[in-house]
């Protein structure tokens, strides 16, 4: 079965913080897609990345920064420096090379000024 | 335009109404999704289209109608809607082939039945 887990619901933090989203996945396949989308109140998913199973090497993209460990089966993210503007919804999300999107249930980040 | 667009951005409409959402990519995908999304709940996939061919129904029910009358348009038709299907639907595109993409949304259509 496949399954996407975002245990986290809701995380506050002050701004400059950082904060660490953890994304923890359940697959049988040796072949697959793992993506973090960000959903601000405006309602749009904005894809933020795409990481595939044989590529463990972490990514970091100005102040964030993605952690792939297939060993724990966990894809984190971690704002760095949180601000206002990464106040949102955080979407983890598995794919095995079909049209099946799994998502997890998000997690909300509030950032406090 | 780029992207998924979705219209209308918002709608209000009675029980006993019939209306159309709207969804439109120009990523030159080839499967096209609709979600609902309500309060507190997880994302729900409704339907897929892969090469215009619906290849996913998830136990919807039948007041929701999907049409894909080509590979940049995706329909979803309302009628005789419940309030609890009051919540935002969100439209997406992907190309599924031989490497998974990344899927693109639309900013969404928030409904509310009244």
């Known amino acids: 079965a496949q399954k996407v887990t975002q245990a986290q619901t809701e995380i506050s933090v002050v701004e400059k913080e950082d904060v660490t989203l953890d994304c923890v996945y359940e697959?049988?396949?040796?072949?697959?897609?793992l993506f973090w989308y960000k959903q601000p109140p405006s309602g749009e998913l904005v894809f933020l990345i795409r990481?595939?199973?044989?590529?463990?090497q972490n990514e970091i993209s100005g102040r964030y920064s993605w952690n792939f460990q297939k060993s724990t089966s966990s894809f984190n993210f971690t704002i760095t420096a949180s601000q206002v503007v990464d106040s949102a919804v955080y979407f983890c999300?598995?794919?095995?090379?079909?049209?099946?999107?799994?998502f997890g249930t998000g997690t909300r980040l509030k950032v406090l000024a | 335009e780029t992207g998924v667009t979705q219209t209308p951005r918002h709608l209000v409409m009675g029980m006993t109404n019939k209306k159309s959402l709207k969804c439109e990519q120009h990523?030159?995908?080839?499967?096209m999704y609709w979600y609902k999304q309500s309060a507190k709940k997880p994302l729900e996939l409704m339907f897929v289209?892969?090469?215009?061919?619906?290849?996913e129904n998830n136990s919807v029910p039948s007041r929701f109608s999907p049409e894909c009358p080509n590979s940049s348009h995706l329909f979803l038709h309302l009628h005789t809607l419940q309030p609890e299907d009051s919540a935002l639907y969100l439209c997406?595109?992907?190309?599924?082939?031989?490497?998974?993409?990344?899927?693109?949304f639309g900013q969404g259509t928030r409904l509310t039945v009244v």
């Open positions: 990481r595939n199973s044989f590529d463990e």
């Open positions: 997406a595109s992907s190309q599924v082939g031989w490497v998974s993409t990344e899927a693109f």
């Open positions: 289209y892969s090469l215009e061919e619906r290849v």
């Open positions: 990523l030159g995908h080839n499967a």
């Open positions: 999300a598995l794919n095995q090379g079909t049209y099946k999107y799994i």
């Open positions: 697959t049988r396949d040796t072949t697959y897609y």
